[in-house]
């Protein structure tokens, strides 16, 4: 890797340099695999040949498929636990481990999403996480100036669970939304409904939230962001409780 970026830089001197960061771990891994993600992180946070890391953030629910079978409601119950990155402090968690290995390196989250199957992927279960995650992202980046560019993957492809927009020709499948060969999964939503944040008009205001008995942030979702040109406040809640919430 040294030998390509000294090469780059020769013939693109300004030109930014990414390296791939390791998995993030829990604290003092046991199996040989997450201690190989530890020992790579190590080594490349003590490296100076690159602008910037690159790490790949999934939130792991294919276990959740796994464990579930064909019992949706035991699948979909360890997907609503799993996925609750406002709950878990996730991205602060995550920047805090990279932290350790990389100080204040500029980062690039070049991927992002979940790692699932076909049954809990392009579901409004899918698109809540994916909600939460991007105002997530917000916040973090509003406290962390070390990250730079998150990248949701991906835009468009041929696949099921992954992209925003999907080309396809499987007839049997229920999209929420589809013009011709071209279907829109339900991430597509989220992205429309956020984008004041997603094309940088709006701006992060903080609020003061008291939950009703019974609820947390893990199930209910509420973020509040100002729109200086529009003066415009706009407020998203996310409801994973299948409930009416008052």
Request: hydrophobic residues 35%; proline residues 4%; charged residues 20%.
């Amino acid at each position: 890797a040294k030998e390509f970026a000294s090469a780059i830089r020769k013939k693109y001197p300004n030109l930014p340099l990414g390296a791939v960061a390791a998995d993030p771990t829990e604290p003092n891994p046991k199996s040989d695999y997450l201690k190989f993600m530890n020992h790579w992180n190590t080594g490349l946070g003590k490296e100076n040949f690159y602008n910037f890391y690159i790490p790949h953030l999934y939130s792991k629910v294919e276990i959740c498929e796994q464990k579930g079978g064909t019992d949706l409601k035991a699948v979909f119950d360890c997907a609503n636990f799993t996925l609750s990155p406002d709950f878990f402090n996730y991205q602060q968690i995550v920047l805090d481990h990279y932290k350790q290995f990389y100080g204040n390196k500029k980062m690039w989250i070049t991927e992002w999403n979940i790692d699932a199957g076909n049954t809990t992927s392009n579901t409004i279960r899918h698109a809540e996480f994916v909600s939460e995650f991007l105002l997530g992202l917000v916040d973090a980046a509003n406290k962390n100036s070390q990250i730079e560019y998150a990248f949701f993957h991906n835009y468009g492809s041929g696949g099921y669970a992954a992209p925003i927009f999907t080309y396809s020709n499987k007839r049997s499948v229920d999209y929420l939304k589809k013009e011709g060969n071209i279907a829109y999964n339900s991430t597509y939503f989220s992205f429309l409904y956020l984008r004041e944040i997603t094309n940088q008009n709006g701006n992060r205001i903080n609020e003061k939230i008291s939950y009703p008995k019974g609820l947390t942030n893990q199930n209910v979702i509420f973020k509040t962001f100002y729109n200086s040109t529009k003066k415009s406040v706009f407020l998203y809640f996310i409801n994973k409780t299948s409930e009416n919430i008052p």
